[in-house]
């Protein structure tokens, strides 16, 4: 259903803020008539959308939605205080890492989706993960005998986010990251998710793990206090303790105490990456990305014109699993461009016919979990980010600060696949994701309908973007261009 983003609990409680200085608006910005402010909030997804009409008395629009009611205030409180959209954005995404230790947080990676509306510029900040130096592939082949330390990739959120704030930021670093630090320091009350997660598992954690979630023997029950003073104090000892000081050498020692390979080295060698969408009639962000496979199953659907043939509901679904069967069988072939030519070969045949493709349907992990967070500033930035550990709990290690460390090396193997693609050595390759933050803005003006989504579904992420997307409240009807932030990294 379609809501009033005024309407909406976890919204911005100043979305009408017309004290902001005017702006200018030239003859080429001059729109049509505006329509309200819409949410499209589904169970599995979470977006919101505003239509932009320039007057010469604009309003100020500001809206965040995000995982957690709380980091969703955290986030409003830096736009009123002043605040750039990205820097709303950091501290919302450090807050959920901190409320859902379970989906995300600092031993974790993600990707920002930054589209600057005035400019029509977007932007991709990827902070996924990448594979340490050490990690080779017969280290992998016998899943059952997998180290949790071997599942550790190099954590990218920190870096990922200080670097959009270089780029985008208003307040200080410290200013920002302090918000989330106070969540960590002075506590906040567990969720059912995270207990949920910790019921499942509990018999088998042992460590730093069982004395943080498991203090008496038992499983947080829900709305338990958690602090997390650890974390607090990682969070406001900044980048360099994290990439090449103390933190660094904390991260070597518990992943090598526990069978991995990740070294200083790796961290001190990491860098985020910023990239540019690749433009056509559907916009993806620069590949390694699964976009183009998700951009072909939309132009499949696209040329089907299933509600002008009055296609009956259960036709429809039909239609929308052989188009996203074929997607997952183009994904399956994707790689990191650095390093293969799977992405030209496949951007090639992105006007595609389902016959051209093997049936075999590669699936990954049924576990995954992602943090969420959009926000739309008065400052004319449509930001998305998605953050996660990989499975929940990441590879359950938790260092001696509290940091929870990822599991993404598990995304360089999809189940159903006879073999993985080759592992080699090859320092800072990033696996497959199904991070997808997406944006839709308009083809053709920058007056329009914009529209920011995400889904916490794990691999279904990809088959609830396009059904949001082909449902009576999609745009897809509409010529417009559809920014995908849907990275797949594969070796």
Known sequence: DAFQLNELTSGSSD???????????????RCGRDHPVHVYAFSIILAV???????????SIKGVVSDHELCTVLSEKVLRDGGSSVDAAIAGTLCLGVVHPHVSGVGGGGVMLIHKIRQNETRVINFQGSAPNGLREEMLQNASEIKAGLLVGVPGMLMGLHHAHSLYGRFSWENVVSRAAAVAREGFNSLHHTDFYLSLMFKDLLGRFRDLFIPNGQ???PG????????AEVLQAGLFSFYHGNVSQELEDEVRANGGVLSSEDLRNYSA?????????????????????????LNLLESLHLGENNVTENKTYHWINEALTTALSMAHGLGDPEYSSSVSELLSKMDFQSSDYNSTVYSPLTELLTSQIVVMGPDDLVVSVASSLNRPFGSRIVTRSGVILNSLVVDFFWPNQSRGQPLTNKPGKRPLSFLMPSMIVPAWSRCG?????????????LSEITQMLDSPHGLLVWKYDIIISHFIFFF
Do not use: C, H, W
């Open 15 to 29: 979305l009408l803020d017309q004290s902001s200085s005017k702006l200018k608006e030239t003859d080429e910005d």
């Open 49 to 59: 959308g505003v239509t932009i009409a320039l007057f010469a008395d604009p309003v």
């Open 219 to 221: 499983p947080l029950s």
């Open 224 to 231: 338990s206090y958690l602090r997390m003073p650890g974390v």
């Open 273 to 297: 990456e910023v990239q540019q969408p690749l433009e056509g009639l559907y916009n993806v962000p620069s590949l390694p990305s699964v976009g183009a496979a998700l951009i072909a199953a």
């Open 449 to 461: 309908t914009y529209m920011a989504l995400s889904s916490s579904g794990g691999p279904n992420r």
